[in-house]
């Protein structure tokens, strides 16, 4: 109980935050729903947790406490070894003998049951709850909230970036960012998804706004340590938004032919991750992404998990990996579909995929003449959803995992269908989704 005010209390103080701060002002959406927006939050990253200690009853394998308990380990150093607990919180000198005997190999998460030559993305988040334990006496709940306002700040950064582009859908927008069933749940409670919304959002909002020459200079040099963020979170997401940031950026200077545009800036970068071992000694993007495939296939199988898609091996080539193309983009964006036997959450996973291809017909219905879309971000969107349907659909042979691991591409697919949504036909239509 105690656990539970104190994560109300703190709860409470971001909300003030949230009413003082201008950044959290969207123009054209009510106040009401800005601040409506992080209680939902709170209340499905508390709902993930319930689910995580009442439903999945497996503490050593649910995501919320794994690392939350390696945490403890990382913390306890602040006792005894103040010095200890600074370098593995920051990753400076850490890296000994010293520190694997005393709370490495004692952390069940720390290293993987199946090694690649990826970064290890759970060092981010354990070293994060470490950072909460100096303020949260232990309680998952204050974490919970502190894990959702910070994805909070990367999705109202998202929207922010994108209503500069479609004003008069700011509603629509708002809801998209905001009100996807899964989006909401998965980037709520103390896991990497969390984290990935922090680091996605408030990158692509820094872009935009050095773009339109509204930065602070301050602000621009934000943009190489939410880089650096992402690539620590999900190495496989930055790598599927840079080709679209690229091209986003040429096209923003040089307005005309943006298809080309986009075309070169996908060859030129296809070709150097068919090379980037020449530019990167020891990194190789194809050998990566089949290492990744390999670990987690070894993971399913060790866990017998229950929505195990059957896959073979990926070859480090590009013949493979075309021929996995399609199969791939069906997995990351209809997959869902074939997963309402799987119980209570494969059924929302399909019920919820149907939603959205309804919503994305409904869209596209309502879509304006080509010569008034806005192609640059509608090339934007759609390269950053192929390219990381493209990745996943390699990569994860779990459909509970797939439903995770898209959560930031379902935004940018519905933005796709705004950017050529008519305006004034669908706020005729639907007037209470007008801008204030």
């Known amino acids: 109980m105690p656990g539970i005010l104190l994560a109300i209390g703190y709860a409470a103080l971001l909300l003030y935050l949230i009413h003082r701060s201008r950044f959290f002002r969207v123009i054209g959406v009510p106040d009401g729903w800005v601040k409506s927006a992080f209680v939902l939050k709170v209340m499905a990253g508390t709902v993930l947790w319930a689910v995580y200690t009442y439903v999945i009853v497996d503490r050593p394998n649910a995501d919320i406490y794994r690392y939350f308990d390696d945490s403890a380990v990382m913390y306890s150093a602040l006792k005894t070894s103040p010095g200890d607990y600074l370098r593995m919180l920051t990753g400076i000198g850490n890296d000994s003998p010293h520190f694997d005997a005393l709370y490495y190999r004692v952390m069940n998460n720390w290293y993987r049951k ?21 303020v949260s006496f232990g309680s998952i709940h204050v974490h919970t909230v502190f894990a959702a306002f910070l994805a909070y700040v990367g999705s109202i950064g998202l929207v922010k970036a994108i209503a500069g582009l479609l004003p008069r859908l700011v509603k629509p927008l708002f ?10 749940f998965w980037s709520s409670g103390v896991i990497k998804e969390t984290f990935l919304m922090f680091a996605l959002g408030l990158l692509i909002w820094s872009v935009f706004c050095a773009l339109d020459r509204r930065v602070k200079g301050l602000l621009l040099l934000s943009i190489i340590p939410l880089a650096t963020l992402l690539f620590f979170l999900k190495f496989y997401v930055l790598m599927s938004m840079v ?15 943006p298809l080309l545009k986009f075309a070169v800036v996908h060859i030129i970068l296809l070709l150097i991750a068919a090379n980037s071992e020449r530019f990167i000694p020891g990194f190789d993007i194809l050998n990566t992404l089949a290492w990744k495939q390999k670990d987690f296939i ?30 791939a983009l069906y997995t990351t964006f209809l997959g869902p579909l074939q997963a309402w036997r799987n119980g209570a959450m494969g059924f929302a996973s399909a019920l919820e995929t149907s939603a959205l291809i309804v919503v994305f017909g409904l869209l596209l219905m309502h879509r304006k003449a080509w010569q008034q879309v806005d192609k640059v971000f509608l090339l934007y969107c759609i390269s950053f959803c192929v390219l990381l349907a493209l990745v996943i659909g390699w ?25 050529v949504t008519d305006e004034e036909r669908l706020l005729r239509r639907w007037r209470w989704l007008r801008p204030l």
């Open 114 to 134: 199946y090694e690649s030559n990826m970064y290890n993305d759970a060092h981010t988040i354990i070293r994060f709850n470490a950072l909460v334990r100096l």
């Open 175 to 184: 809801l998209v960012v905001f009100v996807i069933p899964s989006v909401l």
């Open 243 to 257: 080709p679209a940031l690229v091209a986003y950026v040429w096209c923003k200077l040089r307005p005309e032919r």
């Open 298 to 327: 070894g993971l399913a199988v060790s866990v017998n998990s229950g929505s195990y898609i059957p896959t073979p091996y990926l070859e480090p080539t590009f013949a493979s990996f075309a021929a996995r193309a399609p199969h």
């Open 395 to 419: 990569t994860t042979p779990v459909m509970g995992a797939v439903v995770r691991y898209r959560v930031p591409l379902l935004p940018f697919l519905l933005f796709a269908a705004l950017a």
